[in-house]
């Protein structure tokens, strides 16, 4: 079993600083893709950022120089930061990632979500 626990959510002032991290955890072989969705009230989920297990980067343009995805392979953990917060920001955060257990079964796994709310 493999499992995704995202962390680092809460509420900051617009301009402030958050650090999401995504922890995975159990029989996993290597982890390809992990990346950053979001979903805010009333609308669908959205791309935030992504990083490959070579470390190259994408973003949504909305977060762009705003946003910094980075992992830790050692530690099989994503992490994503967040500074100059807007309130349009807001949303439940979701880690997505593409991992290979030990039986070599390639899978597409989600954590459970952490609230990011941003105020004006």
């Known amino acids: 079993q493999v499992q995704l626990v995202e962390s680092g959510g809460g509420l900051v002032q617009a301009g402030g600083s958050l650090r999401l991290s995504c922890a995975a955890s159990g029989s996993i072989f290597s982890i390809n893709i992990m990346g950053w969705y979001r979903q805010a009230p009333g609308k669908q989920r959205e791309f935030v950022a992504r990083i490959t297990s070579g470390g190259s980067t994408y973003y949504a343009g909305s977060v762009k120089g705003r946003f910094t995805i980075s992992r830790d392979n050692a530690k099989n953990t994503g992490y994503l930061q967040m500074n100059s917060l807007k309130p349009e920001d807001t949303a439940v955060y979701y880690c997505?990632?593409?991992?290979?257990?030990?039986?070599?079964?390639?899978?597409?796994?989600w954590g459970q979500g952490t609230q990011v709310t941003v105020s004006s």
């Open positions: 997505n990632a593409d991992i290979f257990d030990t039986r070599f079964t390639k899978n597409d796994y």
